[in-house]
């Protein structure tokens, strides 16, 4: 039983093995400088050179005004030295490449003096001994106890973390009471450990990617069987197309500030009443928000894309709710549901939100978050009591 458990973590280990592209990490970063004066900031799931949030940090270390940079990595990173690295000019062994390490950075120079910054720098500053390349004691792994020990360090984590891992990784940024901005689907909305951070304007999504879906380089074992995946021709290396890709962050900007401008206005034809929630009202997409509805509102996970916490009110996601009747879908409904060639676990108690749409068609619509408008417009027509 535990070597296969092993082997079931391994094989989620490599699947999580992503690697962000440079420019998706400059777009989002851009939002973000003003935090960064004076800070030290971690990347605790990024072997540091191999890792693009490594790259950024390293060679915007002056330009942020950074305080530290600190990279670990976990056990044997599976793409290490495929390209130049420290190892090429520490000459380090295969075995100790092979080693998590960590990697400390408080000063970066033009050390080479060929009038500019890079990695080459970067690497000879190691070399000196003016920053710090060390090997860890554990396996790297973002809980161990000297990573927690940095994590407690460090100001602002950036990184990649395993998507198979987001919930215990978000619950450790909290406890330890840090800003952070990483990367993870946009399905991680609804999970029940991190959408109350949601509901409690503790967390929020990034500002750089709303749609479409994302490349990241993977090891050289990781199978190419999906459409979009490929070798990119300039570094040789795969990489894959994941879908749903948000950033995540905790750290305010203007943006998420800025109010959606809503041009439809509430017609009962096309707004269905949910059965079992009287008086709120489905939306399909974000950009149908009616703006003269003061009434409860079923709105997809996306919304949280256009989410301003200056103009609404979120109260919860429909599968957690509860709902009027206590049970959520009435035997009624189902009976009717599951008579139109209904699919799926839907039972009374499965509470979600439902409806009957046209020509009476049973409905239940994927993932809802209620919200409420903080400031609707009068309705078309209505009559100015002040006047």
């Known amino acids: 039983m535990a070597g296969n458990k092993n082997l079931n973590s391994a094989k989620t280990a490599r699947k999580d093995e992503f690697y962000t592209q440079l420019t998706d990490i400059e777009k989002e970063m851009r939002y973000y400088r003003k935090h960064f004066k004076d800070k030290t900031v971690l990347c605790n799931c990024d072997d540091p050179f191999e890792s693009n949030f490594f790259k950024y940090f390293v060679l915007n270390f002056n330009r942020l005004g950074l305080k530290k940079l600190i990279a670990t990595c976990y056990t044997g990173s599976p793409i290490a030295n495929k390209q130049l690295s420290i190892f090429?000019?520490?000459?380090?062994?295969?075995?100790?490449?092979?080693?998590?390490?960590?990697?400390?950075?408080?000063?970066?120079?033009?050390?080479t003096g060929d009038?500019?910054?890079?990695?080459?720098?970067?690497?000879?500053?190691?070399?000196?001994?003016?920053?710090?390349?060390?090997?860890?004691?554990?396996?790297?792994?973002?809980?161990?106890?000297?990573?927690?020990e940095l994590l407690d360090e460090s100001?602002?984590?950036?990184?990649?973390?395993?998507?198979?891992?987001f919930r215990e990784y978000v619950a450790v940024l909290v406890e330890h009471k840090k800003k952070y901005l990483i990367i993870g689907n946009v399905n991680a909305v609804k999970y029940k450990e991190i959408f109350p951070l949601f509901m409690k304007n503790e967390l929020w999504l990034g500002a750089s990617i709303h749609s479409g879906d994302r490349a990241f380089f993977v090891p050289d074992n990781y199978p190419l069987d999906a459409s979009g995946c490929g070798i990119d021709e300039e570094t040789g290396r795969k990489f894959i197309r994941?879908?749903?890709?948000?950033?995540?962050?905790?750290?305010?900007?203007?943006?998420?500030?800025?109010?959606?401008?809503?041009?439809?206005?509430?017609?009962?034809?096309?707004?269905?009443?949910?059965?079992?929630?009287?008086?709120?009202?489905?939306?399909?997409?974000?950009?149908?928000?009616?703006?003269?509805?003061s009434g409860l509102m079923g709105v997809p996970i996306t919304f949280m894309d256009k989410y301003s916490p200056d103009q609404f009110e979120i109260l919860?996601?429909?599968?957690?709710?509860?709902?009027?009747?206590?049970?959520?879908?009435?035997?009624?409904?189902?009976?009717?549901?599951?008579a139109q060639g209904g699919t799926g676990q839907m039972t009374p108690g499965h509470p979600d939100l439902c409806y009957y749409g046209e020509g009476g068609k049973c409905v239940v619509p994927y993932?809802?978050?209620?919200?409420?408008n903080k400031h609707p417009?009068?309705?078309?027509?209505a009559v100015n009591h002040a006047d």
Request: proline share 6%; charged share 30%.
């Open 316 to 338: 919860g996601l429909s599968r957690d709710m509860d709902l009027p009747n206590k049970t959520g879908i009435s035997a009624e409904f189902l009976e009717k549901y599951y």
């Open 242 to 293: 994941v879908k749903g890709v948000r950033w995540f962050t905790n750290m305010d900007i203007k943006q998420r500030h800025e109010e959606l401008i809503l041009v439809k206005r509430y017609n009962p034809d096309d707004y269905p009443i949910y059965d079992n929630m009287p008086g709120c009202i489905n939306v399909d997409k974000t950009s149908d928000i009616p703006c003269d509805y």
């Open 377 to 381: 417009e009068e309705p078309k027509g």
């Open 115 to 148: 009038g500019g910054v890079d990695m080459l720098d970067v690497a000879e500053l190691f070399k000196s001994g003016e920053n710090e390349l060390t090997e860890l004691k554990g396996d790297g792994d973002f809980r161990s106890p000297e990573c927690l």
């Open 88 to 111: 090429d000019i520490l000459g380090e062994s295969e075995e100790t490449q092979n080693k998590p390490y960590k990697a400390v950075v408080t000063t970066v120079y033009d050390k």
């Open 155 to 165: 100001d602002i984590v950036v990184t990649n973390p395993p998507f198979s891992l």
């Open 367 to 372: 993932h809802r978050i209620v919200i409420r």
